[in-house]
């Protein structure tokens, strides 16, 4: 079985800290996401990796950054963290290379800005 | 634009009953593949089924089966003989190439309660 870990499951900060957010997965695959998750707003993509040290802007990059730097790990990086990205955020990886591939997820982090 | 629209925010059905789950989608792909998870309340995503832009038959899973119409660029998750155990959110998400690049995008979600 595939295994996403996420090194946090709650995690409290205080406003304009750096705050990291680790993801790890042991299945060797390309693919690796960061979304958050709002109530009513669904997983909105946050950015996305398709291979080491290679990266790409989701749909709400602002105020985020990501590294790659081995192929099983993906940081999510809150540079100057603020109220409003108090939020779930949850880590998947996929299988590049065949499309009907689902993506698996970590258990997600609950991430609290005061 | 949104990429995938769920419309239905909260829906309620009896047990034992069947249940659709309306999912509609955008994109200019030729190829692209539609996903159904489901959240219960603990939080982990459970993949429940695919749905790939060329396949010509609706994908099935158990009690899980996807009413794929491709013209109208809708995927709806139809689950049968529903059962309390399937009181969760559900999300349809859409697997297409952007900058060369598969990229994933979710809708908003449906909760949907099992009444006895």
């Known amino acids: 079985d595939v295994k996403v870990t996420q090194s946090s499951r709650y995690l409290v900060k205080r406003t304009g800290e750096k705050v990291f957010l680790e993801c790890v997965q042991d299945?060797?695959?390309?693919?690796m996401f960061w979304y958050r998750q709002d109530p009513g707003l669904g997983l909105r993509l946050i950015y996305f990796?398709?291979?080491?040290?290679?990266?790409e802007k989701g749909d709400i990059p602002e105020g985020y950054s990501v590294s790659r730097e081995k192929k099983e790990r993906f940081s999510l990086i809150l540079e100057s963290a603020s109220t409003n990205q108090t939020s779930m955020y949850l880590c998947?990886?996929?299988?590049?290379?065949?499309?009907?591939?689902?993506?698996?997820f970590g258990d997600g982090t609950r991430l609290s800005i005061l | 634009a949104q990429k995938i629209t769920q419309t239905q925010p909260g829906m309620f059905v009896q047990e034992k009953e069947a249940v659709t789950l309306d999912c509609t989608y955008d994109?200019?792909?030729?190829?692209?593949?539609l996903f159904w998870y489901k959240q219960p309340s603990s939080g982990e995503m459970i993949f429940l089924i695919y749905?790939?832009?060329?396949?010509?038959q609706n994908a099935t899973e158990g009690r899980y089966s996807l009413n794929f119409q491709k013209a109208r660029k809708s995927a709806n998750l139809v689950i049968s003989a529903s059962q309390l155990g399937d009181s969760a959110m559900y999300f349809c998400?859409?697997?297409?190439?952007?900058?060369?690049?598969?990229?994933?995008?979710f809708g908003t979600g449906t909760k949907l309660q099992v009444i006895p």
């Open positions: 994109t200019s792909d030729q190829s692209y593949g």
């Open positions: 998400a859409m697997r297409e190439v952007s900058g060369g690049y598969q990229k994933v995008t």
């Open positions: 299945m060797d695959h390309e693919n």
């Open positions: 749905q790939g832009s060329y396949d010509e």
């Open positions: 998947a990886s996929r299988m590049e290379d065949r499309v009907n591939q689902p993506q698996h």
């Open positions: 990796s398709y291979d080491v040290k290679m990266k």
